[in-house]
């Protein structure tokens, strides 16, 4: 059982979320296509090398029905590295910058875990949400600096580092260790000036198989933080591992786990395929709206 925390007492439950003036309203859910320009995601590393690819996709992002093109130039899939701030800069910026040109009324989110590279971006590229990974572990100015930046945060919960975070994970009680996760990190959110919070209980991250499948079937205890929940599980290992399959070939598998999200209450679904989950979420939402 969950109780109420000192940090939700601050707050109301969110509906939308405030980019510099703009508001997106997630009243319904809505779906964050991702775009990845590094060389070594599990699923769609290099395919976005050129300019001209970076803008095509993210064209697809919206014309299919994405509301947030999530751009990334780190990879964090299970044993990875990681890269340098400069090279990680030399990759985002340029993204951005041919994003916000080519569709300057998009809402765009950077995927990051350094303060630096946020600040970088969005000095040079105008307001952006920041995806953070580490959840503030990476970084201790990160939160500060959100707050002076007056931009949205997605605060995702991550057990261990990548290069290691699958190397026999272990919770007491998964759902109540990341709750107290997000109670100590929004509070110390809304100190640093921070005015919206989604959360992200990160799936695939520090999590067995079976720690995946217990928050899917859990993922409605986080609405007791009154906040915005995104749920990532994009052909991912809980999916293709579970069913022998490549992620490739993951694309039924993820509407089907992106629907169960969607019943729990997930908020934002964070997919590579976005048309089949704007799909998935114009079949909840009717499905909701016939419920006596």
């Known amino acids: 059982m969950l109780i109420t925390t000192t940090a939700t007492k601050f707050l109301k439950r969110k509906n939308t979320i405030n980019l510099n003036g703009r508001l997106i309203d997630l009243s ?44 990334g130039a780190v990879s964090t899939q299970p044993g990875s590295e990681g890269v340098s701030t400069k090279d990680e800069i030399d990759r985002l910026v340029p993204a951005v910058k041919a994003v916000r040109k080519a569709f300057p009324e998009a809402f765009i989110s950077i995927d990051t875990y ?19 990974v580490s959840g503030g572990n990476f970084d201790v100015h990160m939160f500060d600096t959100i707050g002076k930046l007056g931009v949205p945060y997605i605060l995702m919960h991550m057990l261990g580092t990548p290069i290691k975070m699958q190397d026999n994970p272990e919770y007491e009680d998964i759902i109540r260790d990341i709750s107290m996760f997000f109670t100590d990190r929004v509070k110390k959110l809304i100190k640093a000036g921070v005015k919206d919070v989604i959360i992200d209980p990160g799936f695939g991250f520090g999590k067995t198989l079976s720690h995946n499948y217990e ?21 991912k290992s809980m ?15 993820t509407s089907v786990v992106n629907t169960m999200a969607l019943m729990g209450g997930a ?22 709206s016939t419920s006596v």
């Open 28 to 71: 319904k859910p809505v779906v964050m296509g991702i775009l990845n320009v590094t060389p070594d995601s599990f699923f769609d590393g290099g395919k976005y090398k050129t300019e001209k690819k970076v803008i095509k996709r993210a064209e697809e992002i919206l014309e299919q029905g994405g509301t947030i093109i999530d751009i």
């Open 114 to 132: 350094r303060s630096w590279v946020a600040m970088k971006v969005i000095e040079d590229c105008g307001p952006c949400i920041v995806n953070d």
């Open 267 to 288: 908020d934002l679904l964070r997919v590579h395929d976005v048309r089949e989950a704007v799909e998935a979420v114009r079949i909840m939402d009717m499905l909701r």
């Open 215 to 235: 928050l899917l079937n859990r993922l409605d205890s986080f609405k007791v933080f009154q906040l915005p929940v995104m749920v990532g599980v994009s052909r």
């Open 239 to 253: 999916i293709h591992k579970l069913l022998g399959l490549k992620p490739e070939d993951a694309l039924n598998g």
